[in-house]
């Protein structure tokens, strides 16, 4: 499995990818996250666009895609946090918009990974209902922070890891 930067001309494939990923979760009892057309294709093309955007190779073929950013403040929904705390104030980075295509597996796996070989730190959200990403998150080293809210005004369990430098 590889990582490259997404392009503009994958958009049609992660579009694809990211309606599988919402069946998955629908099949495994998570109704409500990513719903009423998001994330949409211009929160994707913006993706691209910023060069936060890239995709999971498995033989030539887009399998997965995330976004990542990463820097001093990288997500404003991340300043206030209820019912715990942030590790610390290191700088970190952020994945959002994790998808799969549910045709390989290790997707997040490889995905964090990429992210960690770039930064130290990750903070990271998901919905309450999405079970498998947060044993995921649990299964890898993630610590249970609180709850944040989105620009929606939803509430999403946040996580962060911290590893030692590289």
């Known amino acids: 499995m590889k990582i490259i930067a997404a392009q503009l001309e994958d958009i049609d494939q992660i ?3 990211i309606e599988r990923a919402k069946h998955i979760m629908r099949k495994n009892g998570n109704q409500t996250q990513w719903i009423n057309g998001y994330p949409s294709r211009e929160i ?3 993706d691209i666009r910023s060069q936060h955007a890239f995709v999971c190779l498995v033989d030539m073929e887009i399998a997965g895609y995330f976004c ?3 820097g001093s403040d990288p997500e404003p929904n991340y300043k206030v946090i ?3 705390d942030w ?3 290191a700088p970190y980075g952020v994945i959002h918009r994790l998808a799969s295509s549910g045709t390989a597996r290790g997707i997040a796996k490889k995905a964090f990974d990429f992210v960690f070989s ?3 730190t990750v ?3 998901t919905n309450h209902d999405n079970i498998p990403m947060q044993n995921f998150l649990k299964n890898s080293g993630f610590t249970y922070c609180g709850i944040i809210y989105v620009s929606d005004g939803t509430p999403r369990d946040a996580f962060q890891k911290t590893i030692r430098n590289h």
Do not use: K, P, Y
Request: hydrophobic residues 50%; proline residues 0%; charged residues 25%.
């Open 15 to 17: 579009m694809l990818i």
């Open 44 to 46: 994707i093309e913006a």
């Open 68 to 70: 990542f950013i990463a």
């Open 82 to 84: 209820e019912g715990g």
């Open 87 to 89: 590790l610390n104030n």
């Open 118 to 120: 770039r930064i130290n």
């Open 123 to 125: 903070r990271v959200d």
